[in-house]
């Protein structure tokens, strides 16, 4: 019997042009590159200018993932952006990105589950290109999360960096097995009883401004090597797959330390696993398609390789989404 699926047609990124090291955090609160480094792997992120807004990166990300597929804005006919660092509080920062794009039709909206976003994203694309209402979506993940930060704050601050990618996807008759291309299943949870283990202070609706990033490092390592590497192997199962079928895992760029420990509890070696973190650190929701644009260019995914992407974020929230590249 065929089936929808929504196969991936073209993907790419935007940073900031300015790059912030560890040495040049350390110039400004306790800390320094070896600690950095030892504890996280990362060794930079990118940092927004003044004025440079998370619309303008997903823009630029959108824009490159439309010429890698070959495709203009006209043939796109919904717009999802996944961020935590909204250009306003309203409206979404997907109509801001229709507009520089120069789509009049179609819809844009946002979507909001952290450092899930963007698996949270691709989830309600693909189940929109699935149910017959679009055939060409693109799915962003934008931030611009130096905003939220406590730059005095060294738990925090040597952590996110700001970012965007995209990936156009479209629909495509598939046999309704395992060895369609495209995705072949995604898998959501919440639990928002770990609430504070992961926010931000502040919001419309309580101090009426935004905050800055709180977080207990050590219990979200916890939780977060455990659902990477359960959500995963759920994933997999679902879809009578083991460890073994994978070709790729594309993890939400947290920690490589979270990274080493989600692998070896998967029995994965490191050279299947794409890592980014060091270069960009977390960029939250735009993490998982900067990896993806990132692998890309290395030409590391071939036709028919099983790709598995996924993340943990704040709330909690985490998933994954297989897919047959
Ligand atoms: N530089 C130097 N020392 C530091 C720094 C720093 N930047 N930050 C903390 N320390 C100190 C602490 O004060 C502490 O000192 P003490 O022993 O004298 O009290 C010591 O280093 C150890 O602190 P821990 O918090 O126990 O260090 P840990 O090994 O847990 O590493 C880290 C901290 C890197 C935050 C780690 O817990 C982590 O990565 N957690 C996951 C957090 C994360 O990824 N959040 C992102 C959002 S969620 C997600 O994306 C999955």
Request: include cysteine; hydrophobic fraction near 45%.
């Amino acid at each position: 019997m065929t089936m929808l699926r929504s196969v991936i047609k073209g993907v790419g990124a935007a940073l900031p042009e300015k790059i912030l090291t560890n040495a040049e955090i350390a110039a400004r609160v306790d800390t320094n590159d070896a600690w950095i480094t030892q504890r996280t792997g990362i060794k930079q992120r990118h940092v927004a200018e003044e004025g440079e807004k998370t619309s303008d990166l997903a823009t630029k990300a959108a824009q490159a993932a439309l010429a890698h597929a070959g495709l203009g804005i006209d043939a796109i006919d919904a717009i999802i952006v996944a961020t935590t660092t909204p250009d306003e509080t309203f409206p979404a920062t997907a109509t801001r990105v229709q507009a520089n794009l120069g789509m009049h039709r179609g819809f844009a909206f946002d979507v909001q589950a952290v450092c899930s976003g963007f698996i949270y994203g691709l989830t309600i694309a693909d189940q929109m290109i699935r149910g017959g209402l679009v055939r060409k979506v693109l799915v962003i993940g934008a931030e611009t999360m130096s905003r939220l930060l406590d730059w005095n704050d060294r738990t925090t601050c040597i952590l996110f960096g700001d970012g965007a990618g995209a990936v156009v996807l479209q629909a495509e008759s598939g046999k309704g097995d395992s060895s369609d291309r495209g995705i072949l299943s995604s898998h959501l949870f919440s639990d928002g009883r770990q609430h504070d283990l992961l926010y931000v202070t502040g919001g419309p609706s309580t101090s009426k401004n935004v905050g800055s990033i709180k977080m207990q490092g050590r219990e979200v390592f916890r939780h977060a090597v455990d659902h990477m590497a359960d959500v995963v192997l759920h994933a997999l199962k679902e879809n009578n797959m083991t460890v073994a079928d994978l070709d790729w895992l594309v993890p939400h760029q947290a920690n490589l330390r979270i990274l080493n420990a989600t692998a070896e509890k998967l029995a994965m070696p490191m050279e299947k696993i794409i890592v980014t973190v060091d270069k960009h650190g977390n960029t939250s929701a735009a993490s998982i398609p900067l990896a993806l644009a990132s692998a890309v260019a290395e030409g590391k995914f071939k036709p028919g390789q099983l790709l598995a992407l996924e993340a943990l974020g704040g709330g909690f929230t985490w998933g994954a989404v297989l897919l047959r590249w």
